[in-house]
């Protein structure tokens, strides 16, 4: 068995709105908000090695064509050991479309189980960028709702280095010695 290169594959969500860090307080408070009806998307792709981030993003929704444009942008790499993506049970990430076009580039798609986010590296790194970014944050306007969380994205190499390093880890929880109830 040679090298590869595994990539964890997901898509986030994240709609401008109200992400409350924590409010404790004697009177009430009234925290400024968003509409909620703008939803910015990333669907990202998170080597688990390097912690490279390859994105594709958009306004509307994430379909089988965003998980092609993100295949075509891996293939684009020009890597040259074999590529593993690690995906969740998506609907559009199982496709004909989807496997017609990772066969065609040669790039292997392995589904983790249904309902497991916890063995996916990447939802690590969503829930890092809605802590830096977005919990008691207030943005007037969509275009800086994007900025925030663009910038975040591009500094997972730079600023965010260190932090990102340690919580990446290829540690996962695993259960040993549990006794189901029937």
Known sequence: MGQRAVFFVDAAHFVLGAYLGFVWCFERVFVK????????????????????????????????????DLLDRLAGLGLSIPITLVLDNARYQKCALVFEKAQALNIELLYLPPY???????????????????????????????????????????????????????????????????
């Not at 909620?36 to 090695?49: C, P």
């Not at 802590?131 to 900025?147: A, E, R, V």
Request: glycine share 4%.
């Open 116 to 182: 497991s986010p916890n063995l996916n590296l990447i939802e690590r790194l969503w829930k890092f960028v809605k802590k830096q970014c977005l919990y008691s944050i207030y943005y007037p306007d969509f275009g800086q709702f994007k900025t925030a969380i663009s910038g975040c994205l591009e500094q997972c190499h730079t600023t965010h280095k260190s932090a990102l390093d340690s919580l990446l880890s290829l540690k996962f929880q695993t259960f040993k010695n549990i006794k189901s109830m029937p």
């Open 33 to 68: 908000s968003g509409a909620g009806r703008q939803r910015f998307n990333v669907l990202g792709a998170l080597n688990a090695v390097t912690h490279e981030l390859i994105t594709v993003t958009n306004e509307a929704y994430i379909n089988a064509q965003s998980v092609c």
